[in-house]
């Protein structure tokens, strides 16, 4: 697969990884619904009747974002209609969407589409010359749902349509590909960063921290966001060792000096000492009080509601006794 060189640049919202790993999700639960547990064997294995698990189902939509110049900022995304045996889109369907999505994003463009597998197919190209009357150069936004375990990166894949060379004029993001002696139509990767909002983040730690389907305890939820917290350290640690190496070895000129880098270090440095002045220190302390203020009131409370029940078990107690042996209750 060739590397793009259009020169642009590609930022994804998280939001779409989400809709898209969303609507796989969604549709593999319905097409291939999870064995009832009275439908397995007495020993426990599997049925050998059974029918061999079907391939994973693709799914389909656009993403919609805006350009500015040389940037292309994928914002959101929605679902499409497909037909798997013609490889062809609804445009009905597609219409009507982009219809819906004008009113309330009108800044907001289709700037491509979307699909899940673990690499681009030869049909992929069929959707996407189909959707290059609404976007001359659309963008493909590939989600490989398989789970790699020794995979760092997102499986995220993002490929530009490179042109013959007659729409260079128009276009500065093409090169001249021949295949056969024919100039045609090919995907090629494209480089993004992930890009986000305040919401966005809000969002996105909001559905790390959900609670476990099965009610786990507090202990549980604990555990899980003290492991968040120690992962998100682990990687600063580590990103943060690769560049002290990379300044050394920068320093010894075992590898070129590059100034760019330089200078986002150094605008990376800048910012530790305002952590040091006497108003952060002052505003931390104020709230640092403010939250053991108020795990002390927690605790203060806790042990409240746990003596008015004692108190209530003891008068319901007494109030027995008093009754058998005529006394009165304690009040």
């Not at 939509?61 to 037909?83: A, K, P």
């Not at 992962?231 to 000129?253: F, T």
């Not at 530790?272 to 002052?282: R, V």
């Amino acid at each position: 697969m060739a590397s793009s060189s259009s020169g642009l640049t590609f930022k994804l919202h998280p939001l779409v990884i989400l809709n898209i790993s969303d609507h796989y999700t969604r549709v593999k639960s319905q097409l291939h619904p999870p064995p009832s547990a009275h439908g397995a064997g007495s020993n426990g294995g599997a049925d050998p009747s059974a029918p061999p698990p079907a391939d994973p189902p693709r799914v389909y939509g656009c993403v919609i974002g805006v350009q500015r110049g040389r940037t292309v900022e994928i914002f959101n995304s929605f679902e499409l209609l497909c037909d798997p045996a013609t490889d062809s889109l609804d445009r009905a369907f597609l219409d009507k969407k982009q219809e819906l999505y004008k009113k309330v994003f009108p800044n907001f463009y289709v700037l491509g589409w979307y699909s899940t597998g673990s690499d681009a197919e030869e049909s992929d190209m069929h959707i996407h010359k189909a959707l290059m009357d609404i976007n001359e150069s659309p963008v493909y936004v590939l989600l490989n749902p398989a789970i790699n375990h020794a995979q760092k990166d997102l499986p995220v894949t993002i490929y530009e349509s490179d042109f013959p060379l007659y729409w260079m004029v128009i276009h500065t993001t093409v090169e001249l590909h021949v295949i056969d002696g024919i100039p045609q139509l090919i995907f090629v990767r494209a480089s993004y960063t992930i890009e986000t909002v305040e919401a966005e983040r809000i969002s996105v730690d909001h559905v790390a921290h959900l609670k476990p389907s099965d009610g786990g305890t507090a202990a549980t939820q604990l555990a899980a966001h003290l492991t968040g917290i120690h992962s998100a350290i682990k990687m600063l640690n580590s990103r943060v060792r690769v560049l002290h190496h990379y300044l050394l070895a920068m320093q010894k000129g075992e590898i070129p000096c590059e100034n760019s880098l330089l200078r986002q270090v150094s605008s990376l440095l800048r910012r530790l000492p305002a952590i040091e002045s006497g108003k952060f220190q002052d505003d931390f302390l104020m709230e640092y009080n403010d939250t053991l203020l108020i795990t002390y009131l927690a605790m203060l409370t806790n042990c409240s509601s746990t003596m008015n029940e004692l108190i209530d078990k003891f008068n319901t107690a007494y109030d027995r006794h008093s009754r058998r042996g005529g006394r009165t209750p304690f009040v």
